[in-house]
């Protein structure tokens, strides 16, 4: 059984910053990568961010050079820290884990809702 838990999603203010986490547990092997997905209402989930077991990144567009993504691999956690948020920034964050060789199968979070308002 695995296991994602996120933390840290609120409520902030357009400019403001916020950082989630997620941590994973449970019996993980071969994990390829870690990321955060978002849903805002009435819209399809989308890839925010993703960093994969070697290190590297990829982002959407729409939040390079505002978000980064970090990992402790000896923890099996992943963060993300968003700066300049932007009211469009508003969703349900999930946390998402892909493990396998060959055969690969994602593991979400519950999620955490972020909203960004004055």
């Known amino acids: 059984q695995v296991q994602l838990v996120e933390s840290g999603g609120g409520l902030v203010q357009p400019g403001g910053s916020l950082r989630v986490s997620c941590a994973a547990s449970g019996s993980i092997f071969s994990i390829n990568s870690m990321g955060w997905y978002r849903q805002a209402p009435g819209k399809q989930r989308e890839l925010v961010a993703r960093?994969?077991?070697?290190?590297?990144?990829n982002y959407a567009d729409s939040v390079k050079g505002r978000f980064t993504i970090s990992r402790d691999n000896a923890k099996n956690k992943v963060y993300l820290q968003m700066n300049s948020l932007k009211v469009e920034d508003t969703a349900v964050y999930y946390c998402?884990?892909?493990?396998?060789?060959?055969?690969?199968?994602?593991?979400w979070g519950q999620g955490t809702q972020v909203t960004v308002s004055s």
């Open positions: 960093i994969t077991n070697g290190g590297s990144t």
């Open positions: 998402n884990l892909e493990v396998g060789v060959g055969l690969r199968v994602n593991y």
